[in-house]
T-cell receptor, first 112, second 124 residues
Framework: KNEVEQSPQNLTAQEGEFITINCSYS?????LHWLQQHPGGGIVSLFM???GKKKHGRLIATINIQEKHSSLHITASHPRDSAVYIC??????????????FGKGTKLSVKP | DARVTQTPRHKVTEMGQEVTMRCQPI?????VFWYRQTMMQGLELLAY????????DSGMPKDRFSAEMPDATLATLKIQPSEPRDSAVYFC??????????????????????FGSGTQLSVL
């Protein structure tokens, strides 16, 4: 079983829809990161959070440490949001402190 | 804008040749990661440095891969000899890690990671 599981793997939405991507993890963490990778390949860090909720524009990230679960929400989705969204947890154990363990990613396609 | 600079962007080489990838982290960042991305495996850690000291290179095939930080402004990843299965995109990322105030929590990133544009490597 992967230490970081994302769902869904693929998601197609119509422009304007509210989108939720989920991430569950099974290891102890100090923080969780949401990354965005566009078709061109570049990776951008969207959020780093260790509790509660963060918001940036139309993006909202939440985390529940007790349930080991995080969600990334996109409100009023737009075709330019089409990308792969990757959840990564920052390990807090042993020699791997600070390292990131990645989920497999969720490929989002937003149709006009 | 501060950014992580990786070179080269693309590299095509023949099996058996040496490949060197370079990364210039953001000034002031003390933590540097090398990741490899393939369709099958996604993003995998190869090596990671904090304050130039190697912390975890367990994901790196040590018989052919080596990673170094000769100074705070340069990280290198070398493959010798290269093999077709090394074909992938290699990313460097940098960030700032500081000790947590809680004694048992060690170090952690205290801000988002910044990724380089990646090196697309093809080994024929």
């Amino acid at each position: 079983k992967n230490e970081v599981e994302q769902s869904p793997q693929n998601l197609t939405a119509q422009e304007g829809e509210f989108i939720t991507i989920n991430c569950s993890y099974s290891v102890g963490i100090s923080a969780l990161h949401w990354l965005q990778q566009h078709p061109g390949g570049g990776i951008v860090s969207l959020f780093m959070l260790s509790s509660g909720k963060k918001k940036h524009g139309r993006l909202i990230a939440t985390i529940n440490i007790q349930e080991k679960h995080s969600s990334l929400h996109i409100t009023a989705s737009h075709p330019r949001d089409s990308a792969v969204y990757i959840c990564a947890v920052e390990s807090n154990y042993g020699g791997s402190q600070g390292n990131l363990i990645f989920g497999k990613g969720t490929k989002l396609s937003v149709k006009p | 804008d501060a950014r992580v600079t990786q070179t080269p962007r693309h590299k095509v080489t023949e099996m058996g040749q040496e490949v060197t990838m370079r990364c210039q982290p953001i000034l002031g960042h003390n933590t540097v990661f090398w990741y490899r991305q393939t369709m099958m495996q996604g993003l995998e850690l190869l090596a990671y440095f904090r304050n130039r000291a190697p912390l975890d290179d367990s994901g790196m095939p040590k018989d052919r891969f080596s990673a170094e930080m000769p100074d705070a402004t340069l990280a290198t990843l070398k493959i010798q000899p290269s093999e077709p299965r090394d074909s992938a995109v290699y990313f460097c990322a940098s960030g700032l890690s500081t000790p947590f105030t809680s004694r048992d929590r060690g170090f952690g990133l205290n801000e988002k990671l910044f990724f380089g544009s990646g090196t697309q490597l093809s080994v024929l």
